[in-house]
């Protein structure tokens, strides 16, 4: 076990100090451009400033014969471009790929001092980040970088699942865990090509004869009555986003909702971004333009919610007690509650200049 003193020392000469504390961002949306693609390159441009993130991706979705054009045009589109308070992110090739070890060294060679994160697909365990980790301090000596490049991990394999603590609590250089619900579903067996999102035979069924609580309701010969046999979807990634959502606040560290494959569903995507910043999430990746505004909704609070949280906050200014307000109770909890959606309401009200009226902060 690494002692407590040593946990925040640079892992190799010449490094920058790691973060003590998760630096205040706001990341909606995690936007997902292909670099290899000169044409998706020159639209970087206008991401900029619409969107909180923007990745280039190295990994899946990119053919093996464009994987070297994908880490240049990364490149190409990092020097090109000023990304002010915008994240610039890369997703590197997994670690037992043969491109990981190429894409690291020359992404942080060349552009080391843009780069903010760095993600990495199919994390199994934590000996995967402490790799990572360790050789992200040598080439940040190597090349003078002065700001620790991040570390954010996709869930997205039995294993990984079954390490979220350790994975979550590896490192202070660990930004947050996305999940990645396509090579999840494949790594668990699960039995959907989908991209995430629900799946309609993911069911439960209410009792047959239309059974309630103290009633037998059947028809005269007691049979099935479809017509009332209550049947309700459920969600597939309840327990996987929860257990992530632990993993991570545990850890002082952001969990993601990854892809939502089915652009042509935007109700389905605005559903499931919910589900997920309901439950705790930071925000989501967008691979469509479509889904950035759908993001945007959804990962900036509810400005009623913002309103009343607000009045939590003003009644009770210490933080302390106990008030009611339109007859709810609030005490010290619910100050908590609402001090969440209020910072988060500050930031994006920062950002966003059409959502700082809505607010009134
Ligand atoms: C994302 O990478 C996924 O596998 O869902
Ligand atoms: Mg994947």
């Not at 843009?114 to 697909?121: G, H, Q, T, V």
């Amino acid at each position: 076990m690494k002692q407590p003193r040593n946990f925040y020392r640079p892992l190799a000469i010449g490094a920058p100090a790691p973060a003590r504390e998760p630096e205040v961002a706001l990341e909606r949306m995690i936007h997902f451009v292909p670099p290899h693609v000169e044409k998706m390159r020159e639209k970087v441009a206008g991401l900029i400033g619409t969107v909180d993130v923007v990745l280039g991706n190295l990994e899946d979705a990119v053919p093996a014969e464009a994987k070297e054009a994908a880490r240049a045009g990364f490149i190409t589109m990092a020097r090109a471009n000023d990304f002010k308070a915008t994240g610039l992110w890369t997703r590197v090739n997994a670690l037992d790929s043969p491109w990981a070890l190429d894409d690291i060294l020359a992404i942080v060679g060349a552009v080391g001092d843009r780069l903010d994160c760095i993600m990495l697909p199919k994390v199994e365990g934590d000996w995967d980040i402490h790799y990572l980790d360790q050789l992200l301090a040598q080439l940040e000596g190597k090349h003078g970088l002065r700001k620790p490049i991040r570390i954010h991990a996709i869930l997205e394999t039995a294993e990984g699942m079954r390490n979220v603590e350790a994975i979550a609590a590896s490192s202070p250089r660990m930004h947050g865990l996305s999940l990645g619900p396509a090579d999840l579903a494949a790594s668990r067996a699960m039995k959907t090509t989908r991209v995430g999102g629900g799946h309609p035979g993911y069911r439960v069924l209410g009792d047959a004869h239309g059974a309630t609580l103290g009633a037998a309701a059947g028809d005269a010969k007691g049979a099935p009555r479809a017509d009332t046999r209550a049947s309700f979807q459920q969600d597939l990634w309840h327990y996987t986003i929860a257990r992530m959502v632990d993993a991570c606040a545990a850890a002082g560290i952001k969990p993601f909702y990854g892809p939502f494959g089915d652009f042509a569903d935007p109700q389905a995507c605005e559903a499931q971004f919910r589900n997920a910043f309901l439950m705790g999430c930071a925000g989501a990746w967008t691979l469509h333009p479509s889904q950035i505004d759908i993001a945007k909704r959804v990962f900036s609070p509810d400005p009623a919610e913002v309103t009343f949280a607000k009045r939590i906050l003003d009644a009770m200014p210490d933080g302390g007690g106990a008030v009611m307000i339109d007859g709810k109770m609030q005490d010290d909890a619910t100050w908590k509650q609402a001090k969440v959606i209020v910072d988060l309401a500050r930031l994006v009200a920062a950002r966003d200049g059409d959502m700082a009226p809505r607010y009134q902060l």
